[in-house]
């Protein structure tokens, strides 16, 4: 009988901090979309209230400053239960502490694009910091999931390469994140106005930077779905009905519909929706890919245990 981790009330709201997150990050992007950054002028309070009228932009950025906030709540919620919880795994104490660090510099990043008008810097660090905390809750959902183990001991060589794979792709996702975010923010969104080729080119000239930043967003981007492909094709010789060849399979999808909804934000030229969409599938691959790296860990720690 595979051995199975207890269910807890701190897994669960790790859990419900991942989607709250993700939630966030698609608000975020609907921020940007929508213009609404500079809405409310002033931070943290928006025309020099907590409660301004919900109208326009302001409906959006505040709301989207609410949210965040409520996240720092729950966070801090779950690492208290955690914290009681986990005395015989001082890592998770240990990194529950750096989520709630992370969040509070984020909360800093945020109040700095407002207070400095959006400078490119601040903004596209604001973003990355938002990914990396993504990662963090997911990693911690996952070791402290009640699911039990659906890989044999025969299987933990493969587990291995799928592990290896899965954090290779982790790292290329967050990095085409935050290079995605310096597209955004930078402007260079449409500096390529045709997909898939960029001024009828397959290798446009590369002497501007917002080109030269826009063609390797594009660039990445295929290198991401190839190594996401890879990672289902090595996770499909585990067993059927393994948690890690599921989420395997699912972010293969997603990188596919990632790069359709980065052709048609060009095609629409930049529109809300699949603007959005796009920030919220690659946050969706990279917590995706984090919790199969964890998984894959945590089961092959437990098969070892067994031996």
């Not at 919620?77 to 969040?103: F, H, N, Q, Y």
């Not at 207070?115 to 990396?132: G, Q």
């Not at 290896?164 to 792709?169: A, F, T």
């Not at 519909?257 to 629409?268: A, E």
């Amino acid at each position: 009988m595979n051995p199975i981790i207890k269910s807890s009330a701190h897994h669960k709201l790790y859990l419900l901090a991942t989607f709250w997150t993700l939630g966030l990050l698609f608000l975020g992007s609907i921020v940007h979309a929508t213009g609404s950054s500079l809405a409310c002028p002033d931070w943290p309070t928006c025309y020099g209230t907590m409660f301004p009228e919900m109208t326009g932009g302001i409906f959006w950025e505040h709301l989207h400053r609410l949210v965040a906030g409520a996240l720092v709540i729950l966070f801090t919620v779950a690492t208290w239960v955690g914290w009681k919880a986990e005395d015989k795994r001082p890592g998770i104490r240990m990194w529950s502490c750096v989520g709630i660090l992370l969040l509070l510099v984020q909360s800093v990043f945020g109040g700095l694009t407002v207070i400095l008008k959006l400078p490119d810097a601040i903004s596209t660090t604001h973003l990355a910091l938002a990914f990396l905390f993504l990662t963090l809750v997911t990693v911690l959902t996952a070791v402290t999931s009640p699911q039990s183990t659906t890989v044999e001991k025969e299987d933990l060589k493969k587990l291995s390469n799928v592990e290896k794979i899965g954090v290779l792709s982790a790292f290329l996702i967050f990095a085409q994140s935050v290079l995605g975010g310096v597209v955004r923010h930078t402007g260079a969104g449409l500096v390529c106005p045709d997909v898939p080729l960029c001024f009828g080119e397959w290798i446009p000239p590369l002497e501007a930077v917002s080109v030269i930043t826009h063609f390797t967003h594009r660039l990445l981007g295929i290198i991401v779905l190839i190594s996401l492909v890879v990672l289902a094709y090595k996770a499909s010789d585990l067993q059927r009905g393994s948690q890690i060849r599921t989420f395997a399979m699912t972010a293969a999808v997603l990188g596919v519909f990632q790069v359709i909804l980065g052709f048609l934000s060009v095609y629409s030229l930049l529109a809300i929706v699949p603007v959005s969409l796009h920030t919220l599938i690659a946050a969706t691959l990279l917590s995706c890919t984090a919790y199969l790296v964890s998984l894959s860990w945590r089961e092959r720690l437990i098969l070892q245990q067994l031996d």
